[in-house]
């Protein structure tokens, strides 16, 4: 009879992904996962695989945890009757400064720094991460293009993609040990999206 499972799934994922995203791939092994689940290393094989595949499971369960927590987001700021360049903005800095201890910069952004495009699965799950968050960000500009709050120079596709690589460009400085003035570039970015009244 095999033995039964003891760990959840989603505890174990948590903790391996905050390894992997103040780490790294390269530079986590699967001894240090093993270490830090505190679960047999057969059981992790069992359960996710090997480490590759470990990895991409994170990606998936970070993909999971932070696109549901900037859709309360953002549903919280809506219900309080904040504009949509409000929520914008919140979209753009949203983790790029913390009061909560986690690791710097953004595991998305650290894999494609650490793998570019040499790894086929990996870029097809950043790929799926960024196209859902330039989703919220590009629906959120239409918004406010409906109620002229935000400027319609162009289009809301075109303004989120540049929102989304200023921002991606922001986390991986964090990630080099940089410090950017977050609050300057919000500024600058409501300065420029914005029309005044």
Known sequence: MPAKKTFDNDQVLDQIMRQFWQHGYYHTSMDEIVTLSGVKKQSLYNAFGDKHT?????????????????????????????????????????????DKPQPTGDLMANAVAEFASSDADIKQLTDRYYDDYLTLMASTILKGQANQTIITTQSSMSLAQGLLEARIGLQTRLRQGSHPDIDQRQHSWTAFLGISA
């Open 54 to 98: 470990i990895y991409l499971k994170t990606l998936q369960h970070y993909h999971q945890l932070m696109l549901a927590a900037t859709t309360r987001a953002m549903q919280e700021l809506e219900q309080t009757g904040a504009t949509p360049l409000t929520v914008l903005m919140m979209l753009f800095t949203q983790g790029l400064t913390s």
